[in-house]
């Protein structure tokens, strides 16, 4: 469905096309009761003739609505035009995360926010029980100030076989259980290529791969066609990315693999373990106070705890700060 400039879907008045693709057209349009300028995602016609998938969507995008987060686009309101169903989103202004690698690879600190920023996202996500399935650089927004935007939350479930453009961007769909999309090939991980069940850690497979393409400028899985690409997910090991990139910090090499492992219990168990990770990444951390202690067996200054039964100093961290981690490991706390 094309919607020309003029046209009222309620409240919203279209003002321009901003791009199309396999899950619809996307329109800027002007709120006329809140008196902002909104984007309005109109859904292709195979959603709404299929009863079920027109159910899940429904379901998904109420999911995403509830959350609220500084790193997820925030959707506003879900409605129908003509029998066509379509998702009203705040406006961004800025470019995909794709359009950005295009011109090469990130610099190693512009990758690290960005992941940050993403884990950040996929946390509050993963709280609420929202798998995305299909996080890769398309899925993810980069506005003007620097702040990312995870895209389509649910909506990737959707996304028909048919809409591929090419063999090596395949999406593919579970038929058997006439559900939702499996992921993209490239970025899915080894139980999704297989057809199992998968979870939360399906997602930190695909931001391993997003945070390598970021850091090398290349694909970690990508082959001739779809198929020896999904054989080299679930048997071969990307190459290296101190070969690609020298000199990144070698703990920034050990979290992108790890979260590539084939295994999920072999990769971080969640997305909230990545507020910790810049300090593996550089020594560097500026994350929520609280939340992360360094755990050591030497004394450091006044502000080290020690633990009298298990001999170890607990030092909080509350500011940006260098530290020798020669001498220390790292943990996620679960308290305030």
């Known amino acids: 469905m094309v919607l020309t400039s003029g046209t009222k879907l309620g409240p919203y008045e279209i003002q321009s096309p901003l791009g199309a693709g396999g899950m619809g057209e996307v329109y800027r349009a002007r709120d006329s009761v809140l008196k902002r300028e909104v984007a309005i995602k109109v859904l292709p016609s195979f959603v709404s003739q299929d009863p079920d998938r027109l159910r899940r969507f429904e379901q998904e995008a109420q999911a995403a609505a509830a959350l609220n ?3 997820i686009l925030a959707v506003h309101q879900l409605g129908t035009f003509d029998g066509a169903p379509y998702l009203v989103s705040e406006l961004l202004e800025g470019e995909t995360l794709r359009q950005q690698l295009v011109h090469g690879p990130l610099p190693v600190r512009k990758a690290i926010d960005y992941g940050v920023q993403i884990a950040r996202g996929l946390a509050a996500a993963h709280d609420k029980r929202i798998i995305h399935q299909d ?4 899925n993810l927004f980069v506005t003007k100030d620097g702040r990312i935007r995870i895209l389509d939350f649910g909506l990737a ?3 028909h076989r048919e809409t591929a453009s090419n063999d090596n961007e395949l999406t593919l769909t579970d038929e058997s259980e006439r559900r939702a999309v499996m992921g993209t090939v490239g970025y899915m991980s080894p139980e999704q290529v297989r057809g199992e069940a998968t979870d939360h850690r399906a997602d ?3 931001f391993g791969a997003t945070l390598y393409e970021m850091l090398t400028g290349k694909r970690a899985f990508r082959k001739p066609t779809s198929s020896e690409t999904m054989t080299a997910i679930l048997h071969e090991d990307p190459p290296s990315i101190s070969e690609i990139v020298p000199g990144a910090p070698p703990g920034l090499l050990r979290v992108v693999h790890r979260c590539m492992e084939k295994k999920p219990e072999q990769r971080f168990q969640s997305a909230s373990d990545f507020w910790a990770w810049p300090i593996l990444a550089g020594g560097h951390y500026g994350g929520p106070l609280g939340r992360v202690l360094l755990v050591g067996r030497h004394w450091c200054g006044p502000r ?5 039964r298990a001999k170890n100093y ?6 940006v700060q260098r530290i020798n981690l020669e001498n220390w490991r790292l943990t996620v706390c679960r308290f305030r």
Do not use: M, S
């Not at 080290?304 to 009298?308: L, S």
């Not at 607990?314 to 500011?319: A, C, K, S, V, W």
């Open 204 to 206: 930190i497979f695909a």
């Open 135 to 138: 996080l890769k650089p398309e």
């Open 157 to 159: 479930k959707l996304t």
């Open 304 to 308: 080290c705890r020690r633990d009298q």
């Open 314 to 319: 607990y030092f909080p961290l509350t500011r």
């Open 69 to 71: 987060h500084p790193n």
